[in-house]
């Protein structure tokens, strides 16, 4: 149902703008932040389509991974950006932590965990961080 309705909203006008969002860090703000990104492929799609129908689904996964890492991982309010690029979608993720995220190992048998950062990693065409002593921001490109 839910993607019926994305397609039911009036054309996004030519020029697609960047999409810039903040939140407390609280966890009902990863579905938020996966909303955000959702409206934002929507206009996107409706002017420039993806090339292939799974691009969508793995810019939502990321945002949501690298939002539900920010709540665990960096308490605080965290900022999500999001713009078209030539050939895809850049995302910005800033958060409280300068802490860089590291791979940690899949343990299924202590209830799993450390496959966000690896997934990241394989759905992104790139992937930066860049720390301050304000925090971080990680970059992913991803293609559309």
């Known amino acids: 149902m839910a993607a019926e309705s994305r397609w039911n909203r009036t054309p996004a006008p030519e020029g697609i703008t960047d999409r810039t969002a903040g939140f407390a860090g609280e966890l009902h703000h990863v579905t938020g932040a996966r909303l955000v990104a959702e409206d934002f492929l929507y206009d996107l799609a409706r002017v420039a389509p993806p090339a292939a129908p799974e691009h969508w689904d793995d810019i939502l996964l990321v945002v949501t991974e690298l939002a539900a890492n920010a709540v665990q991982y960096a308490p605080g309010p965290f900022e999500l950006q999001l713009r078209r690029t030539f050939d895809g979608v850049h995302v910005v993720l800033h958060d409280t932590s300068s802490v860089p995220p590291e791979p940690r190992p899949f343990r299924p048998s202590s209830g799993g965990g450390g496959v966000g950062w690896h997934l990241i990693h394989t759905l992104c065409d790139q992937v930066?961080?860049?720390?301050?002593?304000?925090?971080?921001d990680i970059h992913v490109f991803l293609p559309w």
């Open 128 to 136: 930066s961080v860049v720390t301050d002593e304000h925090g971080k």
